[in-house]
């Protein structure tokens, strides 16, 4: 894959999915913003990074605060000189186990806030500086939740479905900009997220792999590999789509 010398900024890089595709990019000789709002574990997966010889720095940013994004895409611009890649990958997963009626209103505003109004704010900055430039490509992480009915976590499926939305609106009005916005869809990934999850029943992980045909949850290094791939030159020709990796679990 000819990622050589592109600047990435990924959110939520300091864990998870984030965490393995900041470091997919910075092995294919990337230059990476690896961007948490919690520092000190983006500066993790940046010593990770440097460890292996690549090149990044660590910023502290709350996708739901416009100007922390507005730094983030500044500090990068000024940093590297440009912005090739945005992966748009910070996500909550919000209370599990509730249903619609008793929805925690404080969960819904939280989620979607940081879901749903991260990626439209870093989606919107991305695009000034993509557009200035005449050049770029956009991976927002959506869900196999927002493809498809999940029940008990109304926020979550709300969020994710808003992305695969204007991930595809959004691509409608920068076709002719040469600038390409997709979205992965993984299932069930090992993670940080995916243990609350697990957390909240004892029968929780068996429901869920009864539920996949592989037999097993996905690894975040298996979906850094879709999230590279469409900001290659490699899937140039695709723009608007949805990359689902869920070992079969929508089939
Ligand atoms: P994770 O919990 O390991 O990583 C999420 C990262 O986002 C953390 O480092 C966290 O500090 C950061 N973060 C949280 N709120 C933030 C904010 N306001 N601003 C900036 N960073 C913030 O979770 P995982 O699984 O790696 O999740 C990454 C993305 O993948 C999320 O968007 C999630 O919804 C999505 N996803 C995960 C699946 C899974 O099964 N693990 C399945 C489908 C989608």
């Not at 984030?18 to 500066?43: E, M, P, W, Y």
């Not at 298996?222 to 990796?245: M, P």
């Amino acid at each position: 894959m000819d990622l050589k010398d592109k600047v990435v900024v990924i959110t939520g890089a300091g864990s998870g999915i984030g965490a393995a595709t900041a470091k997919l990019f910075a092995a294919h000789k990337a230059r990476v913003t690896v961007s948490d709002i919690d520092v000190d574990k983006a500066n993790e997966t940046v010593k990770d990074i440097e460890d292996a010889g690549g090149k990044a720095t660590a910023a502290q940013t709350d996708v739901t605060q416009f100007k922390e994004v507005a730094a983030l895409i500044a500090q990068t611009v000024d940093t590297f000189g440009q912005l090739d890649v945005m992966v748009n990958n910070a996500g909550i997963g919000g209370k599990h186990q509730l249903k619609t009626a008793v929805h925690d209103h404080d969960d819904w505003h939280q989620v979607i806030a940081v879901n749903q109004t991260g990626v439209f704010y870093c989606m919107q900055l991305a695009l000034r500086q993509m557009t200035q430039q005449g050049h770029g490509a956009i991976v927002n992480v959506a869900s196999l939740a927002g493809l498809k009915a999940s029940g008990n976590n109304l926020s979550y499926s709300a969020s994710k479905f808003a992305v695969v939305g204007m991930t595809k609106s959004a691509a409608l009005e920068y076709g002719r900009k040469n600038i390409r916005i997709n979205a992965v869809c993984p299932g069930f990934t090992q993670s940080a997220l995916l243990n609350q999850l697990l957390a909240s029943s004892d029968t929780m992980e068996k429901n869920l792999l009864r539920m996949i045909p592989m037999g097993r949850f996905g690894e975040a290094h298996e979906i850094a590999e879709a999230i590279c791939w469409l900001a290659s030159d490699h899937s140039r020709f695709i723009t608007g789509q949805t990359l689902t990796l869920d070992g079969g679990t929508s089939l």
